[in-house]
């Protein structure tokens, strides 16, 4: 979705491409290539000019969310991080032959997003005493893994949103499907080539975990095994309990979160105790996450969210607003949150500032 707090006066949807108004829709509708090829020479100068602006609302520091502290700028953290992954994803990929899929694979990657997973890498990173430049690539290929995702998850043969990071989809036009399902395939490949090839100075032994870590978390034990609970229960049409709920959600979610975070300890050179408390913090965040979108897909206009309201708890699928109640539902938001920030406590509290206010932001945000 395209948050409330990213503005986007120099953005990609400020090109001709914003004329196909969708993802679909861009792909269906007949393309100058030429045209298109010369707008990317401005495109790239303008993309690091995303800008973070009213982040945290009056709403969420009513609700004690992540206000800046005394001795750490929160918002102008995320306006940094965002701007650095911004400007290379958009370096990452470039159009070449065949363009129609490098159009395509660019289109969602820089259609703006939370950048949540990213910036969650860089600052674990930091975290354990790594610099942000060994942490980039692996940042970016998450959220390229999670760009895919919400390519196939928007798809017709997966319930189809209506509304994805405030655009709307033209899915009756089911002959371009094949080329949505190519993008998201050619995201996920590319994934690992850009982290292989663009992530420096990494002993062996980081490289095989790494790579390990990222494939557990999209695969069969991850992102799949989510998703394949998710239709299967789901479809159904059943109520089940909170122990099927949660694995479809560490899996389906946490699971790419958990990836982002333990990914950055890597790489930032963490002992394997300190990957382990990050590793469960990000458990926990993860879970918030789904928590939060719960809650918010009940709470929320489609407007105020950027995407399709009640596609959850309208269509028949099991949430924890159904299982325990509305209420029942924040106040276990409060405890995961509560949960996440324990794993923190033994770090250096100025360098564990980002994490501790990013749970707060997934714990409040609005959108």
Same mark, same amino acid.
């Given at each position: 979705?395209?948050?409330?707090?990213?503005?986007?006066?120099?953005?990609?949807?400020?090109?001709?491409?914003?004329?196909?108004?969708?993802?679909?829709?861009?792909?269906?509708?007949?393309?100058?290539?030429?045209?298109?090829?010369?707008?990317?020479?401005?495109?790239?100068?303008?993309?690091?000019?995303?800008?973070?602006?009213?982040?945290?609302?009056?709403?969420?520091?009513?609700?004690?969310?992540?206000?800046?502290?005394?001795?750490?700028?929160?918002?102008?953290?995320?306006?940094?991080?965002?701007?650095?992954?911004?400007?290379?994803?958009?370096?990452?990929?470039?159009?070449?032959?065949?363009?129609?899929?490098?159009?395509?694979?660019?289109?969602?990657?820089?259609?703006?997003?939370?950048?949540?997973?990213?910036?969650?890498?860089?600052?674990?990173?930091?975290?354990?005493?790594?610099?942000?430049?060994?942490?980039?690539?692996?940042?970016?290929?998450?959220?390229?893994?999670?760009?895919?995702?919400?390519?196939?998850?928007?798809?017709?043969?997966?319930?189809?949103?209506?509304?994805?990071?405030?655009?709307?989809?033209?899915?009756?036009?089911?002959?371009?499907?094949?080329?949505?399902?190519?993008?998201?395939?050619?995201?996920?490949?590319?994934?690992?080539?850009?982290?292989?090839?663009?992530?420096?100075?990494?002993?062996?032994?980081?490289?095989?975990?790494?790579?390990?870590?990222?494939?557990?978390?999209?695969?069969?034990?991850?992102?799949?095994?989510?998703?394949?609970?998710?239709?299967?229960?789901?479809?159904?049409?059943?109520?089940?309990?909170?122990? $099927? *709920?949660?694995?479809?959600?560490?899996? %389906?979610? !946490?699971? @790419? &979160?958990?990836? +982002?975070?333990?990914?950055?300890?890597?790489?930032?050179?963490?002992?394997?105790?300190?990957?382990?408390?990050?590793?469960?913090?990000?458990?926990?965040?993860?879970?918030?996450?789904?928590?939060?979108?719960?809650?918010?897909?009940?709470?929320?206009?489609?407007?105020?969210?950027?995407?399709?309201?009640?596609?959850?708890?309208?269509?028949?699928?099991?949430?924890?607003?159904?299982?325990?109640?509305?209420?029942?539902?924040?106040?276990?938001?409060?405890?995961?949150?509560?949960?996440?920030?324990? $794993? *923190?406590?033994?770090?250096?509290?100025? %360098?564990? !500032?980002? @994490? &501790?206010?990013? +749970?707060?932001?997934?714990?409040?945000?609005?959108?």
């Amino acid at each position: 979705m395209v948050d409330s707090w990213v503005v986007q006066s120099h953005s990609v949807f400020h090109t001709p491409i914003s004329l196909f108004r969708s993802f679909l829709g861009f792909l269906c509708k007949p393309m100058n290539y030429n045209k298109i090829g010369s707008n990317l020479i401005e495109k790239k100068k303008l993309i690091s000019s995303f800008s973070v602006a009213s982040l945290i609302t009056k709403e969420e520091e009513a609700m004690g969310g992540p206000k800046a502290s005394n001795y750490f700028d929160f918002k102008a953290y995320l306006i940094e991080k965002a701007n650095k992954v911004n400007e290379a994803l958009d370096q990452a990929v470039s159009v070449k032959n065949p363009p129609m899929i490098h159009e395509a694979m660019r289109y969602s990657l820089l259609a703006g997003g939370k950048r949540v997973r990213p910036i969650l890498c860089i600052a674990a990173c930091e975290l354990v005493g790594g610099e942000e430049s060994n942490s980039v690539p692996a940042a970016c290929a998450v959220e390229m893994i999670h760009t895919m995702s919400l390519i196939h998850d928007d798809l017709p043969c997966y319930g189809q949103r209506d509304l994805r990071r405030g655009k709307a989809h033209e899915t009756t036009k089911s002959s371009c499907e094949d080329v949505a399902v190519l993008a998201g395939d050619s995201l996920l490949a590319f994934s690992f080539e850009y982290i292989a090839t663009a992530t420096k100075n990494v002993s062996p032994a980081k490289n095989f975990s790494r790579s390990r870590r990222i494939s557990k978390s999209i695969g069969t034990e991850g992102l799949v095994a989510g998703q394949v609970a998710d239709f299967v229960i789901n479809g159904e049409n059943q109520m089940f309990g909170l122990d $099927q *709920l949660e694995f479809i959600h560490i899996h %389906k979610t !946490a699971a @790419l &979160l958990e990836a +982002a975070v333990v990914l950055g300890a890597i790489l930032g050179g963490g002992n394997p105790e300190e990957v382990e408390k990050l590793r469960r913090f990000a458990r926990c965040i993860g879970l918030l996450f789904q928590v939060v979108d719960d809650i918010l897909d009940v709470t929320k206009s489609s407007e105020e969210l950027g995407k399709t309201a009640g596609k959850r708890s309208c269509g028949g699928k099991t949430t924890y607003p159904k299982l325990m109640g509305l209420d029942g539902a924040r106040e276990f938001a409060d405890k995961l949150n509560k949960d996440a920030k324990n $794993q *923190l406590s033994e770090f250096d509290r100025e %360098k564990a !500032a980002p @994490l &501790l206010a990013l +749970a707060d932001y997934i714990a409040y945000r609005q959108n």
